[in-house]
């Protein structure tokens, strides 16, 4: 984890000793409860000098401590006239550092980190430029909020109960056919998906994301048979955000150790004649659509949007 040092003019004001500093090898942390500013300060040491403070961010502030120490990667000197330098001209004004994070060698997390659900994440992606689509289903379905949420719900249910249809198609000893969505053997006949696993819980440690595919195999597309993510959809049609979603669950798959290609959208809620309605990201818009989402959560970062963890 990349940090910036802040508090720097204060440190140095404090001890203009240290507006000569020249920094290198580890910094130090610790806490600092009576800051009057935020009880959950963390101070950054350097030889014994205090030079300034973790950002404040609950996720820097806690990692810092269990780690100890970080690496000091840079700094940089700042005068009125020439600005930024590497010079030693002016005064220490700013350093980069790097905390070594501690990864959970089963599950891939960064013990300690801070994880929302990737639909969680996507709500602050709005596709559409408002809530109009979502607004107009809900009239549609009552004239009170309670016919509203009643009709949410029902399509909620709906949905789980076809994920775990297609789940138990998979498995021989729980096959139930008259629980699987219309379209399903027209999409089997098309497709001829082979499960390799599903469900399986990932840590995406850039987007700090988490969430379970549905399918991670092999599928017959453009005639031949490639790795592949594919996400079911109880809707009409999948969405630019259910693509980006299949798109992030692509990026953190794998088979044999190698990259999927394609990720794939499944809506059975299609009025068409096949029952089903696809979409298909291959792996450069997938990589496209992971580095847009990248941009997402450093918006959100910068301007202290705080989504609800998992």
């Given at each position: 984890?990349?940090?910036?040092?802040?508090?720097?003019t204060f440190a140095t004001n404090n001890n203009p000793?240290?507006?000569?500093?020249?920094?290198?090898?580890?910094?130090?942390?610790?806490?600092?409860p009576d800051n009057e500013y935020d009880p959950k300060?963390?101070?950054?040491?350097?030889?014994?000098?205090?030079?300034?403070?973790?950002?404040?961010?609950?996720?820097?502030?806690?990692?810092?401590?269990?780690?100890?120490?970080?690496?000091?990667?840079?700094?940089?000197?700042?005068?009125?006239?020439?600005?930024?330098?590497?010079?030693?001209?002016?005064?220490?004004?700013?350093?980069?550092?790097?905390?070594?994070?501690?990864?959970?060698?089963?599950?891939?997390?960064?013990?300690?980190?801070?994880?929302?659900?990737?639909?969680?994440?996507?709500?602050?992606?709005?596709?559409?430029?408002?809530?109009?689509?979502?607004?107009?289903?809900?009239?549609?379905?009552?004239?009170?909020?309670?016919?509203?949420?009643?009709?949410?719900?029902?399509?909620?249910?709906?949905?789980?109960?076809?994920?775990?249809?297609?789940?138990?198609?998979?498995?021989?000893?729980?096959?139930?056919?008259?629980?699987?969505?219309?379209?399903?053997?027209?999409?089997?006949?098309?497709?001829?998906?082979?499960?390799?696993?599903?469900?399986?819980?990932?840590?995406?440690?850039?987007?700090?994301?988490?969430?379970?595919?549905?399918?991670?195999?092999?599928?017959?597309?453009?005639?031949?048979?490639?790795?592949?993510?594919?996400?079911?959809?109880?809707?009409?049609?999948?969405?630019?955000?259910?693509?980006?979603?299949?798109?992030?669950?692509?990026?953190?798959?794998?088979?044999?150790?190698?990259?999927?290609?394609?990720?794939?959208?499944?809506?059975?809620?299609?009025?068409?004649?096949?029952?089903?309605?696809?979409?298909?990201?291959?792996?450069?818009?997938?990589?496209?659509?992971?580095?847009?989402?990248?941009?997402?959560?450093?918006?959100?970062?910068?301007?202290g949007v705080k989504a609800d963890e998992y």
């Amino acid at each position: 984890m990349l940090l910036k040092l802040v508090g720097v003019t204060f440190a140095t004001n404090n001890n203009p000793e240290l507006k000569k500093l020249r920094p290198s090898g580890v910094v130090s942390f610790e806490a600092e409860p009576d800051n009057e500013y935020d009880p959950k300060a963390v101070k950054v040491m350097y030889k014994g000098d205090h030079i300034g403070y973790v950002p404040k961010s609950e996720l820097a502030q806690e990692t810092a401590l269990q780690a100890g120490t970080a690496k000091i990667i840079d700094y940089a000197y700042f005068d009125p006239d020439i600005k930024w330098n590497e010079n030693h001209i002016g005064q220490f004004q700013s350093m980069t550092y790097d905390i070594e994070e501690q990864i959970d060698e089963n599950s891939n997390r960064i013990i300690g980190g801070r994880y929302v659900r990737c639909t969680t994440f996507l709500k602050y992606f709005d596709t559409a430029g408002g809530a109009e689509g979502l607004i107009k289903w809900a009239f549609n379905q009552g004239d009170t909020f309670e016919k509203y949420e009643e009709a949410l719900n029902e399509c909620a249910e709906n949905g789980t109960l076809m994920h775990d249809a297609i789940e138990q198609f998979f498995d021989p000893d729980t096959y139930r056919s008259d629980l699987l969505p219309d379209g399903w053997d027209n999409f089997v006949e098309k497709y001829n998906p082979e499960w390799v696993y599903g469900e399986e819980r990932f840590y995406d440690n850039k987007l700090m994301v988490t969430g379970q595919p549905d399918f991670v195999g092999y599928i017959t597309y453009k005639g031949r048979r490639v790795r592949a993510v594919v996400d079911w959809k109880s809707s009409k049609r999948p969405s630019l955000k259910h693509k980006i979603q299949a798109s992030i669950y692509s990026m953190n798959a794998s088979l044999d150790e190698q990259p999927i290609e394609v990720a794939m959208v499944v809506a059975f809620g299609a009025l068409t004649k096949q029952g089903f309605s696809v979409a298909v990201v291959e792996r450069e818009q997938i990589e496209s659509n992971y580095l847009a989402m990248e941009y997402l959560s450093k918006a959100m970062e910068c301007v202290g949007v705080k989504a609800d963890e998992y």
